[in-house]
C-alpha cells in the first residue's frame, strides 16, 4: 500500500526502497500504542510524537531535505509523501487492532 501510494504522489521515481516509510509506520503504531496506555507518562509521550510528526514533514517539504540525515547521496531524494503514508498506515493498523482487542475482550468477559 505505502509503495502504490508514493509512486502515485511520485510518478518520476524509478526506484523506491520504502525503509523509512516502515520507520514511520512502526513510529504510528507506537504512538497510538502510548495514546492507549493508562498512565499519563505515555499520554504525553504519545502527544509529543503527534507534535513533533507534522513539523518534521513541514521542514523536510520546505527545506527540500531530510532532517536527520541532510545528504543522502547522489540520486537519493527526500519523500515526506512516503513518511506520511507510513505513518498513516501505522497508525490505522493500531487503532484497528486496538478496537479489535477490545471488542474480542468484551466478548469474552461481557
Known amino acids: 500500500m505505502i509503495t502504490c501510494v508514493v509512486l502515485l504522489f511520485n510518478p ?12 514511520w509506520a512502526l513510529y ?6 502510548l495514546y492507549f ?9 504519545a502527544a509529543m510524537m503527534f507534535i513533533i510528526f507534522p513539523i518534521k514533514i513541514i ?3 520546505i527545506l527540500k531535505h531530510s532532517m536527520f ?5 547522489a540520486g537519493i531524494v527526500n519523500m ?3 513518511h506520511i503514508t507510513g505513518a498513516l498506515t501505522g497508525v490505522t493498523c ?3 487492532y486496538h478496537f479489535m ?10
Open 12 to 23: 518520476e521515481i524509478k526506484f523506491y526502497r520504502g525503509l523509512s516509510a516502515v520507520d
Open 28 to 33: 504510528g503504531i507506537l504512538m497510538v500504542q
Open 37 to 45: 496506555a493508562k498512565h499519563w507518562f505515555w499520554k504525553t509521550g
Open 59 to 61: 521542514y523536510q517539504i
Open 69 to 73: 540525515v541532510p545528504d543522502m547521496g
Open 80 to 82: 515526506p509523501s512516503a
Open 94 to 96: 493500531a487503532v484497528v
Open 101 to 110: 482487542i477490545k471488542k474480542n475482550a468484551s466478548r469474552h468477559h461481557g
